[in-house]
């Protein structure tokens, strides 16, 4: 378990898109956990985020599970409602994780692809923070942690539509760090690079790799669990003076 600045003992912690096996949602539910927090792991895919919740438990820490489309608004009400539950009526900490990508050159984007990208993103971000949101305590333990990505800081060839959904995260990040100051609740972006599902084809595909491989200054790829630390800094009283802030975990990828 944590100590002093990130121990998360006694906070409540709940993570989208966590079912992922080697995704990040999965290495930040693991991680959280392993601070002492209490995390309700969610995922579209129900029984995928009670095999990650099933793995914490096994592990000696406190998790449960729920099947949440982030899109469904209904859905992340109910999730919400469950993590707080779990934490005797408070959510300290909510990451916004899941996510999609949609990948075409501009002319071949469509309206369909478009939308998904915003609708999981930005919409599935939006709904989750308002389902949380009434639970976060405003004692100064309250996180809203977005991710978002290099794609959205410095934008990426064929990714136009979910570029632009993570840059609209790095909006709705600085707006609401702005409104939630005077409740003493945090909302940060981290935007990762991680040797995940994700990034398959981009790590493997020659046509990408060593291009992508150029961009990474530490000349490596992370595994998840690698970046989840910075996860728990963001959630932990380390972090009780930061807020509206983006940081990237991408081994100076964007400087
Ligand atoms: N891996 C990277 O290098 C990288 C870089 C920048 C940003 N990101 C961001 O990090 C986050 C996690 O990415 P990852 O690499 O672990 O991806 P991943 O594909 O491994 O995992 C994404 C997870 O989101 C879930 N998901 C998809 N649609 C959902 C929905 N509508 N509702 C709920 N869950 C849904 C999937 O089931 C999956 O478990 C994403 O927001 C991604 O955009 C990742």
Request: glycine fraction near 14%.
């Amino acid at each position: 378990m944590g100590s002093g600045y990130f121990d998360l003992t006694g906070r409540t912690a709940m993570v989208t898109g966590a079912g992922a096996g080697g995704g990040i949602g999965a290495a930040v539910a693991a991680a959280l956990a392993q601070a002492g927090a209490a995390v309700l792991v969610t995922d579209i895919d129900g029984d995928a985020a009670a095999a990650v919740a099933e793995g914490i438990r096994a592990g000696g820490g406190t998790a449960d599970s729920a099947a949440l489309d982030v899109g469904d608004r209904g859905a992340a009400d109910a999730a919400a409602a469950k993590a707080a539950e779990l934490g005797g009526g408070a959510l300290h900490i909510l990451v916004n994780n899941a996510g999609v990508t949609a990948p075409a050159m501009f002319p071949k984007l469509t309206d369909e692809t478009f939308r998904l990208t915003f609708d999981v993103h930005v919409m599935g971000t939006f709904h989750c923070t308002q389902a949380a949101l009434p639970y976060i305590p405003t004692d100064g333990t309250g996180r809203i942690i977005n991710v978002t990505s290099a794609a959205g800081l410095t934008g990426t060839l064929g990714q136009v539509n979910y570029s632009a959904a993570k840059a609209g995260l790095i909006g709705f990040t600085k707006s609401l760090a702005r409104e939630l100051a005077a409740k003493n609740i945090m909302v940060n972006a981290l935007a990762p690079l991680a040797a995940t599902p994700m990034t398959e084809t981009i790590r493997t595909n020659e046509k990408f790799a060593a291009n992508m491989m150029n961009r990474i200054p530490l000349k490596r790829w992370a595994g998840p669990a690698e970046i989840a630390g910075a996860f728990v800094f963001m959630a932990s009283d380390a972090a009780s003076y930061v807020t509206g802030q983006v940081l990237p975990v991408d081994g100076g990828m964007v400087m």
